[in-house]
Nanobody
Framework: QVGLVESGGGSVQAGGSLRLSCGVF????????MGWFRQAAGKEREAVAC????????AYADSVKGRFTISQDNAKNTLYLQMNSLEPEDTAMYYCAADFRPLRGTVLDQRNFAIWGQGTQVTVSS
């Protein structure tokens, strides 16, 4: 019923910025949380930033804290990830995710997200 579509990825030099967008399609009133995750080549998928839509609480991975900002625009049914001071280590496929279930454990645990987008590639060069 709910679909997610990411956009805004691309190639950028170290120190540059990108803003990722995640459009939410379908019935979304029951979504409890949304988040951004990434998976670099040869590595496990990891959480980047997550937001609880009801409490508006936000959590960031330590590696992106102070550089990335997650936000949502309910009127546009869109989730954003503003990425500044990008580093080569940020190179990865970035995924938008959502879930409607009660939280179990920490919000950065990807097991709390059942609905996933197709991903958008971010490449940061030196």
């Amino acid at each position: 019923q709910v679909g997610l579509v990411e956009s805004g990825g691309g190639s950028v030099q170290a120190g540059g910025s990108l803003r990722l967008s995640c459009g939410v399609f379908g019935y979304s009133d029951s979504i409890s949380r949304m988040g951004w995750f990434r998976q670099a080549a040869g590595k496990e998928r990891e959480a980047v930033a997550c937001i609880s839509t009801s409490t508006r609480s936000i959590a960031y991975a330590d590696s992106v804290k102070g550089r990335f900002t997650i936000s949502q625009d309910n009127a546009k049914n869109t989730l954003y990830l503003q990425m500044n001071s990008l580093e080569p280590e940020d190179t990865a496929m970035y995924y938008c995710a959502a879930d409607f279930r009660p939280l179990r454990g920490t919000v950065l645990d990807q097991r709390n997200f059942a609905i996933w987008g197709q991903g958008t590639q971010v490449t940061v060069s030196s």
